[in-house]
């Protein structure tokens, strides 16, 4: 990394930060960064990263922070469902209405993933919502909405109104253990570690 030219670009933004200090946190990473440039050119020339900015970059490579409700409806496929089924009008609702904090766990729970592709032809399979037929016992009882992130797929039974429909997708997708966590599935466990056991 060239010192000089970090401070060029950078311009103005530097002026209340000390010198000493930026050059010694740049020259502490300079292998790292070295490294990963050396790695990137070995698939890119790095002369091209210049006609993107920071966040450009970071879509590219790590996907949309912000879940895009109409990607996911464009690369979905259904099984024992179709389009125009009211369950399926109101989980694409329920979807739309969900802050981007409960995307990400929606995502999380069918795709083992917190973010999704660019555009439409970066998905490698289509997102599945399969038509789960289990037996209700009573009218109280339905069953919870389950998931393969393996396959990208959503068993979704059918639920008779939307608001049964959010109350059992948000259940889910708050208290279900991922794939990183065997045991943990909230916060507090997180925070009593081994203790809360």
């Given amino acids: 990394i060239d010192i000089l030219a970090f401070k060029r670009m ?3 933004e530097l002026s209340g930060i000390n010198t000493y200090v930026l050059e010694t946190t ?4 300079r292998r790292l960064l070295n490294s990963f440039t050396e790695g990137m050119s070995s698939v890119l020339p790095i002369e091209l990263l210049s006609i993107f900015s920071g966040e450009q970059l970071r879509d590219i490579f790590c996907g949309n922070a912000d879940i895009d409700v109409e990607l996911l409806r464009k690369v979905v496929e259904y099984d024992g469902y179709t389009e125009d089924d009211t369950v399926i009008t109101h989980f694409w609702d329920v979807l739309r209405e969900m802050t981007t904090s409960e995307r990400k766990l929606f995502l999380q729970f069918v795709w083992a993933r ?6 439409e032809s970066d998905f490698d ?3 599945k919502i399969q ?7 009573s009218e ?8 393969s992130t393996c396959f990208f797929s959503l068993s979704l039974p059918e639920y008779p109104d939307k608001e049964v ?5 948000i259940f889910a997708i708050e208290n279900v253990t991922t794939m990183e966590s065997d045991y943990v ?7 009593e570690g081994w203790r809360g056991l």
């Avoid at 740049?26 to 990473?29: A, R």
Wanted: glycine fraction near 4%.
């Fill in 165 to 169: 429909l959010k109350q059992k997708l």
């Fill in 10 to 12: 950078v311009g103005s």
């Fill in 185 to 191: 599935t909230n916060d507090v466990e997180i925070s």
């Fill in 131 to 137: 038509k789960d037929n289990k037996t209700v016992g």
């Fill in 26 to 29: 740049l020259s502490s990473q």
């Fill in 125 to 127: 399979a289509p997102f």
């Fill in 140 to 147: 109280e009882d339905y069953p919870l909405p389950s998931a």
């Fill in 114 to 119: 917190n973010r999704l592709p660019l555009k």
